[in-house]
T-cell receptor, first 114, second 114 residues
């Protein structure tokens, strides 16, 4: 099983809403990632969790709040987003956060902020 | 800083070979990757090559690495309409110690004409 599952697939939210994106993997991977991908652009790293601890925060605004409840789950809590935050949010996982990273990606959540 | 360059578009006829090129900057990259992204979907890991290899073949896919010129290519033999997608080249950016994160090129959009 090399699957990373993301829910929901699509999300429309208002600027005053609070919502959460979820990501799950059962490959025993100890590193999990959130990427943001705008249209016609490559994915950009947002956060990295390694062994359930936040390892990297790429200067992401505080309206995005990641959480790693256990080694299989990664959430991204959203609050007071802006329309420019509309994008495809991709979750990925890899065995370790090391230089031989072979990362597997989920199908993404398409977020629209209205 | 790290940078991965790709040509943005490639158009081929069904049955022909496709060659997608990429140049990268981090000479210490140990692994280099090719990901495929179909419209509205996440990223699918196609193949990767270890930096001490010159070539890797996997069914219709051939990866060539010229480490001296920091040039990576992906050849798809007998290209099919189902190969139409965006192909991202990615390298590992080493943060220090053994930690590394994927850095993506801008992606090459492959269009396959019947």
């Amino acid at each position: 099983d090399t699957e990373v599952t993301q829910t929901p697939k699509h999300l429309v939210m208002g600027m005053t809403n609070k919502k959460s994106l979820k990501c799950e993997q059962h490959m025993g991977h100890r590193a999990m990632y959130w990427y943001k991908q705008k249209a016609k652009k490559p994915p950009e790293l947002m956060f990295v969790y390694s062994y359930e601890k936040l390892s990297i925060n790429e200067s992401v605004p505080s309206r995005f709040s990641p959480e790693c409840p256990n080694s299989s789950l990664l959430n991204l809590h959203l609050h007071a987003l802006q329309p420019e935050d509309s994008a495809l949010y991709l979750c990925a996982s890899s065995q370790e956060e090391t230089v031989n990273t072979e990362a597997f990606f989920g199908q993404g959540t398409r977020l629209t902020v209205v | 800083g790290e940078d991965v360059e790709q040509s943005l578009f490639l158009s081929v006829r069904e049955g022909d070979s496709s060659v997608i090129n990429c140049t990268y900057t981090d000479s210490s990259s140990t692994y280099l990757y090719w990901y495929k992204q179909e419209p509205g979907a996440g990223l699918q890991l196609l193949t990767y090559i270890f930096s001490n290899m010159d070539m890797k073949q996997d069914q219709r896919l051939t990866v060539l690495l010229n480490k001296k010129d920091k040039h990576l290519s992906l050849r798809i033999a007998d290209t099919q309409t189902g190969d139409s997608a965006i192909y991202f080249c990615a390298e590992i950016w080493e943060r220090g110690g053994s930690q590394g994160n994927l850095i993506f090129g801008k992606g090459t959009k492959l269009s396959v004409k019947p």
